[in-house]
Nanobody, 120 residues
Framework: QVQLVESGGGLVQAGGSLRLSCAAS????????MAWYRQHPGKQRELVTS??????NYADSVKGRFTISRDDGKNMVYLQMNRLKPEDTAVYYC???????????????WGRGTQVTVSS
């Protein structure tokens, strides 16, 4: 089994930036499709951005401010968040599926989340 571990969350003022990272606990598991979700207090988890079959998509609320990226050499996924707004305050989750030796592995995996708080 593989675990996803997010890091990089914290408290930032509005207009500031944060970069979230997502790492797989086992290097043999290589990122395939990946996504970042967030969950505001009392609300359902929502998709922020994804890379699926090589295509990148963003929620309208973050377009032009957030960038998802991957570093296959380090087997990491990132979410660069710029021009943060108070409404970006949420717990951010990394989700992914994997390949081992280029063979897709069944199942989607989730991290435990990292808190992002944007003060006004």
């Amino acid at each position: 089994q593989v675990q996803l571990v997010e890091s990089g969350g914290g408290l930032v003022q509005a207009g500031g930036s944060l970069r979230l990272s997502c790492a797989a606990s086992e290097s043999v598991f290589r990122f395939n499709d990946m996504a970042w979700y967030r969950q505001h207090p009392g609300k359902q988890r929502e998709l922020v951005t994804s890379i699926i079959n090589g295509r990148t998509n963003y929620a309208d609320s973050v377009k032009g401010r957030f960038t998802i990226s991957r570093d296959d050499g380090k087997n990491m996924v990132y979410l660069q968040m710029n021009r943060l707004k108070p409404e970006d305050t949420a717990v951010y989750y990394c989700s992914a599926n994997f390949t081992i030796a280029k063979i897709p592995i069944a199942g989607d995996y989730w991290g435990r989340g990292t808190q992002v708080t944007v003060s006004s």
